[in-house]
């Protein structure tokens, strides 16, 4: 569990900060970014799961391929949030975007 998830957000802003605090590129990624499209439950786990929605990585599939997975696991890693019950009750089911990108 990271420390981040500790620590109630209250706004959407926290909620970035607080997943891009989980975020490691890979090694080898150079200048390279991906956004994620996905949505949340008010318990702070997320409604299927995320999903690319612009790749900028240079190189081939499988360089493209590793981004996104590394992205998405970061996300996934962070979860579940901890939203202040104002936050959980506006962040249900809508879609939010978040961009990761490396370096960092």
């Not at 996300?75 to 579940?80: I, R």
Request: one cysteine or more; a positive charge; charged letters at 15%.
């Amino acid at each position: 569990v990271h420390p981040s998830n500790a620590a109630e957000l209250n706004t959407m802003s926290d909620v970035g900060a607080a997943i891009q605090a989980c975020w490691t590129p890979p090694a080898d990624a150079g200048t390279a970014s991906v956004t994620l499209s996905f949505s949340f439950k008010r318990d702070g786990t997320l409604i299927g799961p995320p999903r690319p929605t612009a790749i900028h990585v240079n190189g081939d599939a499988k360089a493209k391929k590793s981004f996104v997975d590394a992205a998405t696991t970061a996300l996934q890693n962070c979860l579940p949030l901890t939203f202040s019950s104002k936050l959980a009750q506006g962040v249900a089911g809508n879609v939010f975007t978040l961009q990761f990108t490396s370096p960092k």
